[in-house]
């Protein structure tokens, strides 16, 4: 008695990876939309209190430590630090491989009052991977330097966006197993495990 399911296990296993599929996109698509409102509605000082970016990051160029080198694969490998009044890092909720937006850290004034905030389609903005975390410093992955040579002569802000390397990865999981469905028949090892992992099977 191997064998529990309705008799169309397969055709089951296949709606329910493809349903997964579509509510992949879907909780991307909602990510990137509350994170794009947040930025373009928030403040960078807010941003920064609730974790979700530092901001007045400089490239230190008299510290021991070099800030600007080359890491594995010809990446940069970019180390900010705080103000220099500042001893540590305040508290983020930055961890290792998160996706991050790199820009000049702006001023604009809202009625009487100086607000810090973020520019989203700023020519000067890159995208950088976050390689580590010190409580002093945190250095950022990035393919190439910004073609804008001052923005790493400049105060910076780092936001942190949708990881979508995550997404992508849970994707072509769930691809490369309906794959293997598609590829196999009903006698093949590949599909008995398949099933045992759905519950189709014992």
Do not use: W
């Amino acid at each position: 008695m191997e064998r529990y399911d309705d008799g169309n296990s397969d055709e089951n296993i296949i709606k329910f990876i493809n349903k997964t599929l579509e509510l992949f996109d879907l909780e991307q698509e909602t990510e990137e939309i509350e994170i794009q409102k947040m930025l373009s509605h928030k403040s960078a000082k807010y941003l920064q209190s609730i974790g979700e970016a530092l901001i007045k990051l400089h490239v230190d160029y008299n510290e021991d430590i070099s800030s600007i080198t080359t890491g594995l694969n010809g990446m940069m490998l970019v180390s900010l630090f705080p103000p220099t009044s500042k001893k540590q890092l305040p508290a983020h909720n930055f961890s290792n491989g998160d996706i991050v937006q790199l820009e000049k850290y702006k001023y604009k004034i809202n009625s009487s009052t100086c607000q810090s905030s973020s520019k989203e389609n700023d020519e000067s903005s890159v995208r950088a991977v976050v390689f580590k975390v010190f409580k002093e410093y945190i250095v950022l992955s990035l393919k190439e330097l910004p073609t804008d040579e001052s923005l790493l002569n400049s105060s910076l802000m780092i936001t942190k966006l949708t990881d979508n390397v995550t997404h992508k990865r849970m994707k072509n999981a769930m691809n490369r197993l309906l794959g293997k469905i598609y590829e196999s028949d009903d006698s093949n090892y590949n599909m008995n495990i398949i099933k045992v992992l759905f519950n189709k099977k014992k």
